[in-house]
Structure formats: structure tokens, C-alpha cells
């Protein structure tokens, strides 16, 4: 997947998903876009989808302090480049809450 | 302790018999109903014996952002709404809405149903194929205090957060809490009220408990029959109501506008049996509401009844109100006109009072042809009256026992 086509899916996600139409790469999205921590968890379930894998812990972690979406093309670049793993076996146990 | 005064600044509802002040007052002049046949969910209502629902049939336009939309099933769509409402006809700026001295109580019955529908479908689907999708949003949309805390959150509340959830009583105690908490002093403002969404979950439980009114499914409009010797049970419903509760001072100092005053509150409960209405409970919380507004029966000019049409609730409710008043109060039960909106049913039955009181007018209890002889020792408004409303009392009981009272004053300035 080129960066482009990561740009270019992202974007699509951040408007159907999110309603958020113009969006420049360094923007930070929670100051300008009120982008906020649960965006973030629907944010990197689309990204699951778009990888076609499921992320571990870490790698989920790793996206904790992104702040704009060049940073996120960074991110889903960096994961798409170092490969899909096979989905885990055993889903992350969420009853979708604390 | 210091005690202060309480008065209502603005109430907005959304209501099975009109949003406006001037539709419901249309409603309730012009005999009105809001109940209509209940709407097919694909799951229940083909099992459900009662076929009729207090319905919110009218367009409602929400303009809400999408931050703010995501964390909101369609009960916190109501309840926003009655907030944002009440909160502009206040006049309450926006940098004292922010400021901590105004807080919330606001509650359902147990969120939003149609958003848990969502979530227990997922899991109880084969191989727990969509298990990932549920997440964050899926649980504030659907929590018990999702009202409350989306309202905080639309309007940037830092004040205090009561959400109550004991059903039929949530938004009478939800005002009287915000009441409390005014009166000694905690905050300057509450924003009080309940919402219940449309849900045949609720519909299927009375049904099954045999205390559901069926024997008007193809009149829908001739039930809910509060005291009537034909009554048959209760009719669920949906809607929210919202009131702006605020120290007399602040609210004088800023020339609000003053709808009442709350002068008197009281919950309590039964202590025993969860589901059967219990006379001397009923009568114990009427008295402790008369004594924290320091009145005498006999200044009470109006009861909303709780009156949900039931064959032994109303019977309970009406020898607790005789014991106590007499039949010096009219009495009216306006779950008569749009079923029992459950959650709502306080903070709405309480929006419809002060209309009435604003007015100078008592409804009738709809539907009431023939006294139930049972029910017949109080003073029952049969027709529409022009009368001047100094007092009002507002019952709501709820299941477990929970009963509570609230005294609303006509405003006049001392």
C-alpha cells in the first residue's frame, strides 16, 4: 500500500467516519477538529480494517500520543510496511467500557 | 444550616401530546391524546398483549455536532434537547453554565435499550463475529447516567452530576435532589429532569406482570383510564423533561424569569414489598413533603396524581391522598393523556403543572367516565377548569418502592 493510497483511504475514513472534511496533514486534531480519545479507538479499529490484521497492544500504544494526521499516514505506514502477522487468535476481551 | 429558596427559571419537554408549551397546553385544554398503537420494534411487539404506547409521532429536529452525537443513543437525543431548550430560555450565560455553580441531575430508566439491543446482539451472535465493534461509544451511548453526563458534556457542565435511575421516580427525584442541592447551598443552578426513549423492553415487563392496559388496542385514545371503574392498567410511553433550577437570589439579581418555586420535598420508601403500592408509605411521603415546605394540607390546591391506571395502584394512591387532603385538592392524573413516560414522567408531569399553574387552569383526568367508587374520596377533575393554582403537589411511586413528592408554588415576589 503507497503512502498515497494510505492518504487517500485515511482521508475517506476521517470524512464517512468522522465528518471531518478538510483536515491539513499537521493539524492537530483534537485542537482544530475536536478529534478526542474515543475517536481515537474507532480510529485505529478502521485502521485494522484497512490492514486487513488486527493490531497488538503495543502497536496500539504506540499511536496513544499522535496528535496529526501526517503523523497517522506515518503510523499506518510503518505498520503496513513491517507486515501484517496472521489476525490474534483470541480478541481483546471489551464489553465496550471500563 | 443556611436554607435558600429554589425557583424554576425554564422547563422545555418533549412530550407524547406536543414539544411546545403551546401544543401541550392545546393538548391538555382540548382533551388530547398522545397514545397511539404501539410501533412494530421486529422483536417484541408481536408478543406484547398491550398494543398501545404513548408515542412522540411529530418531527423533531436535532442539530447536534457530531462530537457530540457519537456518544448519544436516541434517549440522550431527548434529553439534549429538553437541556439545550431550557438552558437558552433561561438566559443563564454561558460563562456561568461552565463555571462549576451549575450542576445536573438528570437520569433514565436504564439508558438507552435500543443501544444495549445493539451491543447484546453482537454478543449473543454466532462465533462473536462482531465482538470488536463494540466499543467505548457502544457503552456511553447505552450507561444509565448517559442523559446526565451527555448534557455535561454539550454544554461544558463542571458542576456537580446526579444521575438517578429508579424508574418511574428517576426525574421527580432528579428535581428534587437538584432542589436539595440548591437549597443547602452546593450549587447556584441544577439542571433537572429524565428521558426514556421508545422501548417495548419496558411494555413487555408490565405486560408479563399483567398490569399493561390491552383492552383498548384498537382505541388507543380511551387508555390509559386513571380511577375509572374501566381502567385496566398502564400504558407505557416515551419523552423527556428538562427544568432549570436556580437560588432566588441569583435568578432575581439576573431577572430571570421565574416559571414557580419548589417548596417542599420528600422520597421515601416503602421498606418491604418491591412491586405492590403501599398506602402508608404514600401517605408518609405526602406528609414529609408538607412539613419540609412547612405547609398545611389544606394549602394545596392541585395533586398531579401519580395515577398510572392500574387497578390497585390508583385505589393505594387515592386512599393516601384522601387520608391526608381530604377533598380539598382537585386531582388530576396526566399520565391520561400520553401513558406513563417512566423516567420522564416526574420532571414532565411537573412541566405540565407549571404550565397549568401559569394558565390558570387544571386539566381534567382524561378518560375518567365513571369514578371507581374505590377511588371516589378525593376530588377528581372531571372537566377543564379555569381555577388559579397557588400550590401544586407532584407524586410519582416507583417500582421498589420508591415514592417521592414534590411542592411547586405559584411565583410571587416577596
Known sequence: MTRDAIETALRTIFLERFEIEEVALDDDLRDKHEFDSIDAIELLREIEILLGRELTRPEKKAAMDIRTLGHIIDYVNDLAASGGGPPEKTPKKSAGGP | MNERRVVITAASAITPIGHTREAITHSLTRGISGVKPLRDDGLLTRHIHSQVFGTVDYPLEFDFKRSNRKTMGPVSYYACQTAREALARSGLSEEFITSGRL????????GSPTEQRNIYKTF???????????????????????????????????????????????????????????????????????????????????????????????????????FDTRRDGLVVGEGAGA???????????????????IIGFACNNNGGDLILPNKDGITQTIRLALDDARITPQQVDFVSAHATATKMGDVIEAQAMGEVYGRAPRVCGLKSYMGHTMGSCGAIETILTLYMMQAGFIAPTRNLEEIDPRCAMVRHTVELKEAPLGIAAVQNFAFGGVNTVLLIKKFDSP
Open chain 2, 243 to 261: 427544568l432549570v433550577l436556580e437560588e432566588y437570589q441569583h435568578a432575581k439579581k439576573r431577572n430571570a424569569p421565574i416559571l414557580g418555586e
Open chain 2, 124 to 226: 449473543f451472535a454466532e462465533n462473536l463475529a462482531g465482538l470488536r465493534e463494540i466499543g467505548a461509544v457502544n457503552y456511553l451511548k447505552s450507561m444509565v447516567h448517559t442523559t446526565a453526563v451527555n448534557i455535561t458534556k454539550m454544554f461544558g457542565i463542571t458542576g456537580r452530576v446526579i444521575s438517578s435511575s429508579t424508574a418511574c421516580t428517576t426525574s421527580s427525584q432528579s428535581i428534587g435532589f437538584g432542589y436539595e442541592t440548591i437549597r443547602f447551598g452546593r450549587q447556584d443552578a441544577m439542571l433537572c429532569g429524565g428521558a426514556d426513549e421508545y422501548d417495548t423492553t419496558t411494555v413487555a415487563v408490565f405486560d408479563n406482570l399483567l398490569a399493561c392496559s390491552t383492552d383498548f388496542n384498537e382505541t388507543p385514545q380511551h387508555t390509559p383510564r386513571p
Open chain 2, 103 to 110: 450542576g445536573v441531575a438528570f437520569g433514565s430508566t436504564h
